[in-house]
């Protein structure tokens, strides 16, 4: 399975970006998608998380600035970012859980996109 992320970029405090990620490959069932971050010098950090059914869960630092969603259909999920602060920058990280056809869970990462604001 490969995750490929897309949407990064420096943008100023206040503003906005979209992320995207789309899952392909050998997938038998897609269950959780998220997204975390690492900035510089931190460990990684869980961002928000939407199951198969649409269930969403989010750290306390982005809850009211940025939405996530998914598209089943296309085995993507998206991060919607809204008032950007400085210290939102970070790399992005593309998540997802899935099941073979044994429903062994297996988990996968994408390669990350930079997000930078700027103050």
């Known amino acids: 399975v490969q995750l490929v992320e897309s949407g990064g970029g420096l943008v100023q405090a206040g503003e906005s970006l979209r992320l995207s990620c789309a899952a392909s490959?050998?997938?038998?069932?897609?269950?959780?998608m998220g997204w975390y971050r690492q900035g510089s010098g931190k460990t990684r950090e869980l961002v928000a998380r939407?199951?198969?059914?649409?269930?969403?869960n989010y750290a306390d630092f982005v809850k009211g600035r940025f939405t996530i969603s998914r598209d089943n259909a296309k085995n993507s999920v998206y991060l919607q970012m809204n008032s950007l602060k400085p210290e939102d920058t970070a790399v992005y990280y593309c998540?997802?859980?899935?099941?073979?056809?044994?429903?062994?869970?297996?988990?996968?990462w994408g390669q990350g996109t930079q997000v930078t604001v700027s103050s």
């Open positions: 939407i199951t198969s059914g649409g269930t969403t």
């Open positions: 490959g050998s997938i038998f069932r897609l269950d959780a």
């Open positions: 998540n997802c859980d899935t099941r073979d056809y044994h429903l062994t869970e297996y988990t996968y």
